[in-house]
T-cell receptor, first 111, second 110 residues
Framework: TQLLEQSPQFLSIQEGENLTVYCNSSSVFSSLQWYRQEPGEGPVLLVTVVTGGEVKKLKRLTFQFGDARKDSSLHITAAQPGDTGLYLC???????????FGAGTTVTVRA | KAGVTQTPRYLIKTRGQQVTLSCSPISGHRSVSWYQQTPGQGLQFLFE???????NKGNFPGRFSGRQFSNSRSEMNVSTLELGDSALYLCASSLGYEAFFGQGTRLTVV
């Protein structure tokens, strides 16, 4: 069974600060997605990475995929209260039509 | 373009009853997956359907079942409900490896 570890579990920061969330696995990902979820809603896809070493930017969010395709990070610059939510990484290891999710990182940005 | 639609949004059922949840995928998406989300276990994969065929199944008891229709709409059924089945049930549709989720159905078993 492949495991996907996400850290930290909780993150509380002041508006304007930066933060980084990590996602790790012992196996190589075929693809990896990052989602953001608000309470009572479904996860919303932020980005997909598939190539080792890939870096993608979405406004103040930067996503990095490790060279070996076993880890990824999400960095938020100058966080705002609207960035508050549960951030989830999800991996597909063998193109077997299912995603395995990390436990998530609950991010709270205080005004 | 309409997103993934799940109905109903909320359900309250009694132990021992059965329930059916519905999911309409994004137009053109033929793959539909179901996930259970609980505070203790996070998001767990239930099953995935493509062109009316189940291609993969998670580690859930046989009380959890699903099906997909020719128009790609999907239903999942849970029989003999237990208190532990209380969760947010999420449906996702896919065209490739990216999954797009609906808002979920909040099931409460009392």
């Amino acid at each position: 069974t492949q495991l996907l570890e996400q850290s930290p579990q909780f993150l509380s920061i002041q508006e304007g600060e930066n933060l980084t969330v990590y996602c790790n696995s012992s196996s190589v990902f075929s693809s990896l997605q990052w989602y953001r979820q608000e309470p009572g809603e479904g996860p919303v896809l932020l980005v997909t990475v598939v190539t080792g070493g890939e870096v993608k930017k979405l406004k103040r969010l930067t996503f990095q995929f490790g060279d070996a395709r076993k880890d990824s990070s999400l960095h938020i610059t100058a966080a705002q209260p609207g960035d508050t939510g549960l951030y989830l990484c999800a991996g597909d290891w063998s193109n077997d039509y299912k995603l395995s999710f990390g436990a998530g990182t609950t991010v709270t940005v205080r005004a | 373009k309409a997103g993934v639609t799940q109905t109903p949004r909320y359900l309250i059922k009694t132990r021992g009853q059965q329930v059916t949840l519905s999911c309409s995928p994004i137009s053109g998406h033929r793959s539909v997956s179901w996930y259970q989300q609980t505070p203790g276990q996070g998001l767990q994969f239930l099953f995935e359907y493509f062109s009316e065929t189940q291609r993969n199944k998670g580690n859930f008891p046989g009380r959890f079942s699903g099906r997909q229709f020719s128009n790609s709409r999907s239903e999942m059924n849970v029989s003999t409900l237990e208190l532990g089945d209380s969760a947010l049930y999420l449906c996702a549709s896919s065209l490739g490896y990216e999954a797009f989720f609906g808002q979920g159905t909040r099931l409460t078993v009392v």
